[in-house]
């Protein structure tokens, strides 16, 4: 139970979302523009990636579930294969690209200034352009708002990791502006 009484029995964000409407507009705005937007060379996957890594880094338990599962949905891989990108990502067979992405994002999750010249110089030789390494430090900074808005809180979350994955063709179809009410 939410440590604020909700008037829903909606999980982790979704719940915040319905008890408050009007911020749960700008945020659900972020997040469609971040992990949804077209106008973006990083797939959707990749994107929801990024936040699934920090979300995971966060011990967020819904959020890394919920877009662990999106991510899996659009990159076609299962549960095993988000967790072992969360896990040990330069042990997978992401692209060194993505590799050097999600080290920044881990590095944002800890805190801001741990991003290095270095980290940047290393994404940019993997190919990374800087509206990718922009949209990657954001998607890491807003994911870190987001984890601690839903565990500031103590919303709850479904603990069977399959409830993600059945509703995330459904996620990717309605996206996030819509989440209010799905």
């Not at 579930?65 to 999106?70: D, E, K, L, M």
């Amino acid at each position: 139970m939410a440590y604020i009484e909700l008037n829903n029995d909606l999980p982790g964000i979704r719940g915040l979302m319905a008890y408050r409407p009007d911020t749960a507009y700008a945020l659900n705005d972020i997040a469609e523009v971040l992990l949804r937007d077209d106008n973006n060379s990083l797939s959707r996957g990749e994107r929801e990636l990024i936040a699934t890594y920090v979300s995971y880094l966060n011990d967020c338990f819904f959020c890394q579930n919920v877009h662990g599962a999106v991510a899996g949905h659009y990159l076609n891989c299962n549960i095993a294969q988000i967790d072992a990108v969360k896990h040990d990502f330069n042990q997978t067979d992401l692209s060194d690209k993505m590799k050097a992405l999600l080290t920044i994002a881990g590095s944002v999750q800890k805190g801001g200034k741990q991003v290095s010249t270095e980290q940047i110089e290393l994404a940019r030789e993997t190919g990374a352009t800087d509206t990718e390494i922009h949209d990657t430090v954001l998607i890491a900074a807003a994911f870190c708002m987001f984890n601690r808005y839903v565990d500031g809180l103590g919303t709850w979350a479904p603990q069977d990791r399959q409830f993600y994955v059945d509703r995330a063709p459904q996620r990717a179809i309605d996206g996030y502006q819509t989440s209010v009410y799905k």
